[in-house]
């Protein structure tokens, strides 16, 4: 590993500025979107797995019902501290493999790009455990596709858009697969050319350089998160996949067996 790539991978996971600011086009595309939010009305109980400063839970808490309950579970103490700057919400620093909840309590996961963080079973498993049978299951990650090209590297010298991916799926099929293995039905999915956001890019660097607030705080203001989600770079070969998924451990319909609706590709 090169000086430079020593130097971008050094505390990522601590300084990643990723998931800072209020927009939703950071986390979700429209499509998505527009589908589960009839659902989150619905919801008694939504929980962000993974939810970073809570720019998730800002857009869900102006879509639920009063009653509704709305967790964020994220291990890193900074970001729960940041999200609740920005949201009301309950934040619990915790690890998604051993979440602190009973059986069959939740109505609704997200997990927007945790998944390639992660042991991917014991994510899954735990997902599976707390949901209520008829959940609600929405996952997004990241697929690398055949000739990917990027400058971090895995042990086997494949391409990674992160040091700190255990692991990137190689097809939608792949990733599909392996929800429906765990009792999901996948009911809507999309998948589209992943695009690098540069001011996300540069304000990572500068604040692994300079971890201050000061970068924080740029990171979360509307402006900024508006720049992010306009000036961005194509990453060729790599794709950027958002699924949804209902928990059903019923014996399937004939009619249920497929993956779902194919909504429109649409990157926001």
């Given at each position: 590993?090169?000086?430079?790539?020593?130097?971008?991978?050094?505390?990522?996971?601590?300084?990643?500025?990723?998931?800072?600011?209020?927009?939703?086009?950071?986390?979700?595309?429209?499509?998505?979107?527009?589908?589960?939010?009839?659902?989150?009305k619905s919801a008694a109980v939504i929980l962000?797995?993974?939810?970073?400063?809570?720019?998730?839970?800002?857009?869900?808490?102006?879509?639920?019902?009063?009653?509704?309950?709305?967790?964020?579970?994220?291990?890193?103490?900074?970001?729960?501290?940041?999200?609740?700057?920005?949201?009301?919400?309950?934040?619990?620093?915790?690890?998604?493999?051993?979440?602190?909840?009973?059986?069959?309590?939740?109505?609704?996961?997200?997990?927007?790009?945790?998944?390639?963080?992660?042991?991917?079973?014991?994510?899954?498993?735990?997902?599976?455990?707390?949901?209520?049978?008829?959940?609600?299951?929405?996952?997004?990650?990241?697929?690398?596709?055949?000739?990917?090209?990027?400058?971090?590297?895995?042990?086997?010298?494949?391409?990674?858009l992160a040091p700190d991916h255990l692991r990137?799926?190689?097809?939608?099929?792949?990733?599909?697969?392996?929800?429906?293995?765990?009792?999901?039905?996948?009911?809507?999915?999309?998948?589209?050319?992943?695009?690098?956001?540069?001011?996300?890019?540069?304000?990572?660097?500068?604040?692994?350089?300079?971890?201050?607030?000061?970068?924080?705080?740029?990171?979360?203001?509307?402006?900024?998160?508006?720049?992010?989600?306009?000036?961005?770079?194509?990453?060729?070969?790599?794709?950027?996949?958002?699924?949804?998924?209902?928990?059903?451990?019923?014996?399937?319909?004939?009619?249920?067996?497929?993956?779902?609706?194919?909504?429109?590709?649409?990157?926001c």
């Amino acid at each position: 590993m090169s000086l430079w790539q020593r130097f971008l991978s050094k505390q990522n996971d601590h300084r990643n500025l990723l998931l800072f600011g209020k927009e939703l086009n950071l986390i979700l595309s429209r499509s998505i979107w527009n589908f589960i939010s009839p659902l989150v009305k619905s919801a008694a109980v939504i929980l962000d797995v993974g939810c970073g400063t809570g720019t998730l839970i800002y857009n869900i808490s102006k879509q639920m019902k009063p009653n509704t309950i709305v967790v964020g579970l994220e291990m890193q103490r900074r970001r729960c501290e940041m999200a609740l700057l920005k949201t009301q919400g309950e934040f619990i620093c915790a690890d998604a493999l051993h979440m602190p909840f009973a059986n069959e309590t939740v109505s609704m996961v997200f997990s927007t790009m945790v998944i390639e963080h992660v042991d991917d079973k014991m994510l899954l498993h735990e997902i599976c455990r707390t949901l209520k049978d008829g959940g609600i299951f929405i996952l997004t990650t990241v697929i690398r596709g055949e000739g990917a090209k990027y400058f971090y590297k895995d042990g086997e010298a494949r391409s990674l858009l992160a040091p700190d991916h255990l692991r990137e799926y190689s097809s939608e099929q792949e990733i599909l697969e392996l929800i429906k293995s765990y009792g999901f039905v996948i009911k809507a999915s999309i998948i589209y050319p992943f695009r690098l956001s540069l001011p996300t890019a540069f304000l990572s660097t500068l604040y692994k350089l300079f971890p201050t607030k000061i970068f924080e705080i740029a990171a979360t203001t509307d402006l900024v998160s508006i720049i992010r989600t306009r000036l961005t770079v194509l990453i060729p070969r790599y794709y950027f996949i958002e699924m949804v998924a209902k928990k059903h451990h019923v014996p399937l319909n004939q009619s249920e067996v497929g993956f779902g609706q194919r909504l429109e590709t649409e990157a926001c």
